[in-house]
């Protein structure tokens, strides 16, 4: 059995993901950084190895359920491999997609494909790793402010990152007999390349949504994945069923 503990973070290639997989590693965490096949795993990989942070890459894609089963085989046999363990103490979440427009215009294929990534993916890429979860393990889901306040055009991003943290709390409560904590992270308004990178590119937008929060500004990706890595930690150990939210006073 590895002497340090293992962390899955899905959806690693950029953004929130590979600032919550710096983030866990800097924390004493080997790092499975998750990301869809196809996509390019190179910045974080590279992040990862100058910080002397152990890593693996697992090539997944969260919205197919069917192929779930045979990829989490293929990440036990690696796990094994490269670490001698294949117990993993920590699942980020992380992974997802949004979809904005007004309720009128959102499209049976843009639902679809938003709650198959966010809601099916998170619950079943749970369900298939539980085995490596069970006896220690935590399992963190990353929602949005957007669940408690309201903001146009986001109706159906909102209402899948609300459901995620219902099932959040029901998990919590069905597997707390397992040694299994459930929690949740709620970001606030963050200037990655979400959504194309509208936040962080758009300084207008920015500026108008700074106003809006008790901090005076809008959140950087490091501080989101210190978060993370903070309520990872042995430290919080007896928080479970919980939403936090970190947003900086976001809308209050």
Do not use: C
């Not at 938003?114 to 890429?125: D, E, I, K, Q």
């Not at 459930?182 to 194309?196: E, H, S």
């Not at 920015?206 to 500004?217: D, H, K, N, W, Y």
Request: proline share 3%.
């Amino acid at each position: 059995m590895t002497a340090r503990s293992i962390a899955i973070v899905t959806g690693a290639n950029r953004g929130l993901g590979q600032s919550i997989a710096l983030a866990l590693g800097r924390s004493g965490h080997q790092v499975v950084a998750a990301h869809r096949p196809g996509s390019d795993i190179t910045e974080t990989t590279d992040l990862l190895t100058a910080e002397h942070i152990p890593h693996l890459t697992w090539a997944v894609d969260v919205a197919d359920v069917d192929s779930l089963s045979e990829s989490t085989l293929r990440l036990r046999a690696a796990l094994l491999l490269s670490w001698d363990s294949d117990h993993v103490d920590v699942l980020v979440n992380n992974a997802g997609v949004g979809s904005f427009g007004m309720f009128d215009e959102v499209t049976s294929d843009e639902f679809d494909a938003l709650v198959a990534t966010n809601l099916r993916g998170t619950y079943f890429t749970s369900q298939a790793l539980l085995p490596l979860l069970d006896g220690r393990g935590h399992i963190i889901n990353v929602t949005t402010s957007l669940t408690r306040h309201v903001s146009p055009a986001t109706s159906i991003y909102a209402a899948s990152k609300a459901a995620i943290e219902t099932f959040s709390r029901s998990l919590a409560g069905e597997l707390g007999p397992r040694g299994i904590r459930v929690n949740t992270i709620a970001p606030g308004p963050t200037a990655t390349d979400f959504n194309g990178g509208a936040m962080r590119d758009d300084a207008d937008l920015r500026a108008e949504l700074s106003t809006r929060t008790a901090l005076g500004r809008v959140g950087h990706a490091d501080e989101i994945g210190d978060a993370v890595a903070a309520l990872a930690s042995s430290r919080m150990r007896w928080v479970t069923g919980e939403r936090i939210e970190v947003s900086g006073g976001a809308y209050l």
